[in-house]
């Protein structure tokens, strides 16, 4: 009993203090093991272990989502096999944790699901407009966290596209090459077996796309999702209104002061893309990662 009460508390303690990356693994793997007992369970009754999960994935068919909204939360979570959640949640892990060089932890955890919505949207949109989908739209469903994944990993491609990533027998790629090679291969297989889950990548990639271009201009999609999040956990406070400046004419001395920290801040800037340039982005130091990233920001 001691041994359980030590192992339950590692879980949740791993959990709290884990980053974005690691909490949505948690809860991936938690309902992906919570799911097969229950099926295990089902199966030694000899019961239907495969209807209920209807409830939970995503419907291709309008009519059917209606009655059963939350499935374009919970059919991100889903997943139909170990090696589908294997594959998911090590891309997820790979690519969550080289998004956070560039973006914070709210605005993975909501591409997250600004992706996996995205996904979905374009998977029902498809199945519902081509003909080529119309016998199988009342019988099939989506489930897996790919388009989530494949969104991140675009976010992350178009922030940096020449990132260098390794890979085993192949050496290092740009990572813009690895995510249009992700999203071509999607492409050519939207009329093969895995047909929805093809198309619902697409729409994960768009989202990341969409996401990381917006960024630039200042528009943060996952914005309202956060704020949802957030106001759902009771973690949300309305924004305060930022008091006026005053403006005192005549003081020269903190004009000067002023000016003279706003060079500072600038020249550390170029320093730092200077050496990003010449020595890539692994050289600089977290410190000079976070001057840049709160740069961005501004």
């Given at each position: 009993m001691a041994a359980d009460n030590r192992f339950t508390t590692n879980l949740r303690e791993g959990f709290r203090r884990g980053d974005i990356v690691t909490q949505l693994i948690y809860i991936n793997a938690g309902i992906f093991l919570v799911v097969a007992l229950v099926n295990l369970f089902l199966v030694l009754f000899k019961m239907d272990s495969g209807h209920w999960m209807n409830y939970l994935m995503f419907p291709a068919s309008f009519m059917q989502f209606i009655t059963q909204p939350w499935t374009l939360i919970t059919y991100m979570f889903m997943h139909a096999g170990i090696l589908h959640i294997l594959f998911n949640m090590l891309w997820l892990y790979w690519f969550g944790r080289?998004?956070?060089?560039?973006?914070?932890?709210?605005?993975?955890?909501?591409?997250?699901?600004?992706?996996?919505?995205?996904?979905?949207?374009?998977?029902?949109?498809?199945?519902?407009?081509?003909?080529?989908?119309?016998?199988?739209?009342?019988?099939?469903?989506?489930?897996?966290?790919?388009?989530?994944?494949?969104?991140?990993?675009?976010?992350?491609?178009?922030?940096?596209?020449?990132?260098?990533?390794?890979?085993?027998?192949?050496?290092?790629?740009?990572?813009?090459?690895?995510?249009?090679?992700?999203?071509?291969?999607?492409?050519?297989?939207?009329?093969?077996?895995?047909?929805g889950g093809h198309l619902a990548?697409?729409?994960?990639?768009?989202?990341?796309?969409?996401?990381?271009?917006?960024?630039?201009?200042?528009?943060?999609?996952?914005?309202?999702?956060?704020?949802?999040?957030?106001?759902?956990?009771g973690r949300w406070k309305p924004a305060s209104k930022k008091p006026k400046m005053k403006v005192h004419y005549g003081d020269k001395q903190k004009d000067?002061?002023?000016?003279?920290?706003?060079?500072?801040?600038?020249?550390?800037?170029?320093?730092?893309?200077?050496?990003?340039?010449?020595s890539g982005y692994g050289s600089l130091t977290?410190?000079?990662?976070?001057?840049?990233?709160?740069?961005?920001?501004?």
């Open positions: 080289l998004f956070l060089n560039f973006f914070s932890a709210k605005h993975l955890r909501g591409l997250y699901l600004l992706g996996g919505i995205a996904g979905a949207a374009l998977y029902m949109v498809a199945y519902n407009l081509f003909p080529y989908f119309e016998d199988a739209v009342y019988s099939s469903y989506l489930l897996g966290a790919s388009a989530s994944v494949l969104a991140i990993v675009v976010a992350t491609a178009v922030r940096e596209p020449n990132y260098p990533v390794q890979f085993m027998f192949i050496g290092t790629v740009r990572l813009k090459y690895v995510a249009l090679f992700m999203v071509v291969l999607d492409l050519l297989f939207v009329t093969a077996d895995n047909a990548h697409l729409g994960g990639a768009l989202a990341g796309w969409w996401f990381a271009s917006g960024l630039v201009k200042g528009h943060d999609l996952t914005k309202w999702i956060n704020v949802a999040l957030d106001f759902c956990s000067y002061e002023f000016n003279a920290r706003k060079k500072e801040r600038s020249d550390e800037i170029d320093r730092i893309l200077d050496k990003l340039r010449k977290e410190e000079e990662k976070k001057s840049l990233f709160d740069a961005s920001k501004q």
